[in-house]
């Protein structure tokens, strides 16, 4: 359906609708309090800091786009010459996923496709496109005894940037060659065998989105996806943590219930808590790692800077020391929420066995970075 139709937009925002329910709230109601990460941000690839959802928009663009291609490599087709469902931008991203080489000129537009240096001369000079006749014609019909220039209107004269455009245009026209013999080509950039795919057409709309690599290292881990979705949202500082449900004027405990002396927020959880800190003691003597010590770590302000440093930590693979660290908040965030919602909290030895304990069962399920580093003992 996607390929066919441009969907509305309605479409789109429905279907999102029923996926952020499934993604934050089960089978529940949703409203905007419950999605604790925004949606452009989960819909981000993974390499980005996203959770890697299919962005409805930027896919249907991307099937859009294989009528473009198809219009190229498949001109025989019963529907080709007829209207794609493709805008401008469709147009924009395929000449800048596609390279063109100029054959005998029939197949290429002169305007509209990006033959010239990657460019298409409708943007290369706008002014006169919007002031020439044939704007579907080939390359070759347009070359042929310079009909280009003939299909211009004059009737208003030419202003300084019309002059500027139609020089460089001139110079664009007379470096052409036009191999009679051979046919107009087409490559996709982004694939090795030059050929369209919409997986490259999808990523392609992200290049220009800045790359998160400490976030997406939480997917490089061996841990049940929960523990990763979990570190996902706190190292990001979205879990409901006491700081963030007083901005929202919702119910909280003032301190945080694992060591009640300091207010609660997602990087005190993690890098601060007096209760947090001895459990990454016993840790580090457990699989005897003097580098995780936390009176090693060096200092962090944020969440993100507290996961960058501890799964850095010298001498440990990072793979290890990530499905580590996965595996420690995980087990640190049950313990504060027995405490919040069930009042029932353990001594650090207990959470520590727990922690060993669920290690354990870990291994079993085939984190053999984790395996590794416990034999390391
Ligand atoms: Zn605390």
Known sequence: MLTVLKPPKEVTE???????????????????????????????????????????????????????????????????????????????????????????????????????????????????????????????????????????????????????????????ANQVELHPSQEDSITWKLTENGNYSTASAYKAQFFGVTKNPAIASIWKSWAPSKCKFFAWIIVQNRVWSSDRLVARGWDHSPTCPLCRCAMETAHHLLAECRLTRRIWTLVSSWIAQPDLHRERWPQSITTIQWWSNITSTPNIPRNASRSLTLLVIWEMWKERNARVFRQYGRPATEIVDSIKGEALLWIKAGDTALANLLVRE
């Open 14 to 172: 429905d279907l999102d609708r029923n996926r952020k329910r499934f993604i934050w709230a089960g089978d529940k109601e949703i409203s905007g309090g419950k999605c604790k990460v925004n949606w452009t941000r989960t819909t981000l690839p993974k390499e980005n800091g996203g959770l890697g959802i299919l962005n409805l928009d930027k896919f249907a663009r991307a099937l859009r786009i294989r009528w473009l291609w198809h219009e190229w490599v498949l001109p025989n087709k019963a529907w080709v010459g007829s209207e794609t469902p493709c805008d401008e931008k469709d147009r924009l991203l395929f000449a800048a996923c596609t390279r063109i080489q100029v054959g005998n000129g029939q197949r290429i537009k002169f305007w509209t496709d990006a033959w010239a240096q990657g460019r298409r001369l409708k943007d290369f000079a706008p002014n006169l496109y919007a002031r020439t006749k044939g704007k579907n014609k080939t390359l070759a019909q347009a070359l042929h005894r310079s009909n280009w220039i003939r299909n211009l209107n004059y009737r208003h004269g030419f202003n300084r940037a019309l002059l500027h455009e139609y020089f460089a245009l001139w110079d664009q």
